[in-house]
Nanobody, 131 residues
Framework: QVQLVESGGGSVQPGGSLRLSCAAS????????LGWFRQSPGKEREGVAT?????????EYAKSALGRFTISLEDNKNTVYLQMNNLKPEDTATYYC???????????????????????WGQGTQVTVSS
């Protein structure tokens, strides 16, 4: 069974930075696609970024994350990070780490818009951006 534990959320002022971490455990084959999602009250869950643990880590970002957020993997592929810079009030949300299995690293990119394809989810970590 795959388990995911997020950490690193908090409160920052606009323009600030945070780094989220997600420690993954369990069969590596069941978590070869990792992603970050977020959800704020009254809004649908939104994909932020995905990364494949295969093929040198193919990455996909949501438009809202491009140029500000960076997803990365630790060398052992057991931890995935989300570095968030130049945070804006609209980034306020609960952020979730997700893991799933894909037959191809390129398919992992498509999971950004298909959150339901992820089989495993963390408990979430709150990010609040406010002055």
């Amino acid at each position: 069974q795959v388990q995911l534990v997020e950490s690193g959320g908090g409160s920052v002022q606009p323009g600030g930075s945070l780094r989220l971490s997600c420690a993954a455990s369990g069969p590596a084959g069941n978590r070869n696609c990792l992603g970050w999602f977020r959800q704020s009250p009254g809004k649908e869950r939104e994909g932020v970024a995905t990364i494949s643990t295969q093929a040198d880590g193919i990455i996909e970002y949501a438009k809202s994350a491009l140029g500000r957020f960076t997803i990365s993997l630790e060398d052992n592929k057991n931890t995935v990070y989300l570095q968030m810079n130049n945070l804006k009030p609209e980034d306020t949300a609960t952020y979730y780490c997700a893991a799933g299995r894909t037959v191809s690293p390129h398919v992992c990119r498509l999971f950004l818009d298909l959150g339901s394809r992820f089989n495993y989810w963390g408990q979430g970590t709150q990010v609040t951006v406010s002055s």
